[in-house]
């Protein structure tokens, strides 16, 4: 049977580096928490700012365009909706953790299962921060398609008043005015001032 040696004892700056460890292994979850809180109202913040902007205000536009356009709108949205969905979701896992029981065998120690944590919440975090920010770039290039996109057949207007001609979509038509989106604005033409209207593919180019 062999004796065994005599323990060594810390040195004082081992025993701050333990201590030190350990303060940080306790703080790491409630920080991590505390960046995906941030990182969530942040982003959150920046997709309702896209969508409450009005870049695509409903069905009228996606029409206006040609054909297979419409349909690369709507895949764009629906990409958008499923990664923003997802990344929301990782998000607000990493935020305030995921719904779990501990099972009365395990006997995993506090500060190892906090750490644990803190490893997932990262990941998390990290996955929604990337589909959040590939939903924002799905719904730009949803607005580039939606705006620069090649109009519909027959969607656009060329009026013929006396100072000249007008030509681009009908925005609306109200109290005796038609509203022509054309390339430099928003158009108001008197009704009763039109000589002559016909449906173009494509607007002239001014002269």
Known sequence: MTASGPRRTATPAEAHAAQLTQ????EELPRVRAAALSW??????????????GLIRGRSEIDDLA????????????????AGGIGAVCLLSAAHGRPAVVTVEVQTPDVVRDHAEALRAVRALRLGVVLVFTCAGLLVAAVGVTWYGP??????????TPTGPFCGGVARIRAGLLTLHTDVGNVDVDLQAVTGIRAVATCPSPA
């Open 23 to 26: 303060r940080m292994l306790r």
């Open 67 to 82: 054909s297979p356009w419409a349909a690369v709108v709507g895949l764009l949205l629906l990409a958008a909706l499923v």
């Open 151 to 160: 109009a519909a057949s027959g969607s656009l207007l060329e009026v013929q």
């Open 40 to 53: 969530r109202n942040a982003l959150a913040g920046l997709i309702a700012g896209l969508v409450g902007f």
